[in-house]
């Protein structure tokens, strides 16, 4: 082995940011690799729960709407997490869905690129995103979704009838990623606008929206960003396009004077169109606790140890005897995915469900993927070194025939 677990100490042993980890609560006796699924908890998100609903709410009631600013919370914590994909001010909520919020903003560019009514998307896409446009597809009358990877190239489906763009950035099977700048040129020569999914990208590489000059974007908070289940997305739209761009969901949240109540609606003037109804403040503080930490970390930090974590892992897999069967499914260079490695193996499902069995967990996507996440704030060298050492055990042994691959109910 070049790789050992000396090596990995080493490396902890220089890793800037080694402190992170005592920031969240890791369960003894697990490795966990799923946190681009669901990101691990911040210590500070239980307090900071508990002190919205003690206080804000037990105590406050009604009236924390103005004194504990609940009605600026979308566009609050929007700026935040609008400074980690590279959007200035005044261009990010966070409120929603991806998958509502991916409807709201396909809708809008549908309405702003009249005449043109194709939606193109990739085969490979996360399913929500494409349900979402085919649902789209059945509402409207002339508009047609395009995969990549189905019905052609790029270069074949994108021309001067595509309205929009929608591809997820990172991909959520195998980790590969676009490359943001180049695709935003070309989707923007055609005349269409480019919708970036990045819940695959929001915590785990650097993104700079602004810079790229994108359209919109959409992201979620639970998986790298840590903000737990069930915590809302995020939702960019470029300044230059807030004065054109309608909602399709015109809420009252998105009124200009939410608490005038109105016969009629009247859009706000700004990014807050977007919002719909109702935001959910419980889940903020667990965002708001995340970003404690993400604030006082830089980017390209996260990045370059996310790499050596990732490139650690790969180089302890090509040294597992090769009668195993794994191949990787990740590109290989570092700068060309994100923060995930991919294998590929015909009995995954049972090799993951007997390493979840031995405390490593990471999950498995039909129909041979082996997803790996690696969040630099929470894991170490030594982690990965031990989560390889598991896999070998197991195949070593052939433990892993024993684990069920029957369908579950839950996710896996
Ligand atoms: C996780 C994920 C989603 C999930 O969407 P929600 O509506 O927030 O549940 C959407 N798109 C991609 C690419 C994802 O990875």
Redesign the pocket.
Known sequence: MNSSLQTAKDLDAADPLAWTRGEFILPDGIIYLDGNSLGALPKKAVTRIEQIVREEWGQGLVSSWGTANWLSKPTEVGDRVGKLIGAATGQTIVAD????NLFKLVCAALEMQAGRRTLVSEAS??P??LYVLQGLERLWPGVSVKLIGRDGTFDELVDGDTAAVIL?EVD?RTGAQHDMRTVTEKVQQAGALMVW?L??SAGAVPVDLDGCNADMAVG?TY?YLNAGPGAP?FLYLAKRHQHEARTPIAGWFGHKDPFAFDVDYAPAPDIRQFLAGTPPIVSYGALEASLDIWEQVSMEAVRRKSIALADFFLDLIDQLDASYGFTVASPRDGNARGSQISLKHPNGLAIMRSLTGKGVIGDFRAPDILRFGFTPLTLSFENVWHAVGILDDIMKSGEWSNASTERGTGAT
């Open positions: 869905s991806i998958s509502v896409n996360f929500s995103d997820t959520f999914d819940a695959h979620c998986k997305g």
